[in-house]
């Protein structure tokens, strides 16, 4: 599957990988990263959980995991987890 929107495939990617536990430990930080790459490669910003909106996230985590319904996070992550990158020198 191809997803032209380089922000929804990042995130798309990032909630997946998380989902799979891919990893031994570290997951989400690993995931994170991952997704923040290729935010950053295209200029479009990066990823990040504000501590005041960690609660909210890892509640709609988790029901992302039960239901691999990406509807119930993803909007979240679009308008409280991603941060714009200034190019200007």
């Known amino acids: 599957m191809s997803?032209?929107?380089?922000?929804?495939r990042a995130l798309t990617y990032m909630l997946w990988a998380m989902r799979r536990q891919?990893?031994?430990?570290?997951?989400?930080r690993t995931s994170i990263i991952s997704a923040n790459k290729i935010l950053i490669e295209q200029g479009k910003g990066i990823i990040t959980i504000?501590?005041?909106?960690?609660g909210e996230f890892n509640e709609r985590l988790s029901k992302?995991?039960?239901?691999n319904d990406y509807s119930h996070i993803?909007?979240?992550l679009y308008d409280k987890c991603i941060y714009g990158i200034d190019y200007n020198k």
């Open 64 to 67: 992302f995991y039960e239901t």
């Open 50 to 54: 504000e501590e005041n909106n960690l």
């Open 3 to 8: 997803i032209p929107c380089v922000t929804e």
């Open 74 to 76: 993803i909007q979240f």
């Open 22 to 28: 891919l990893f031994w430990d570290g997951n989400k």
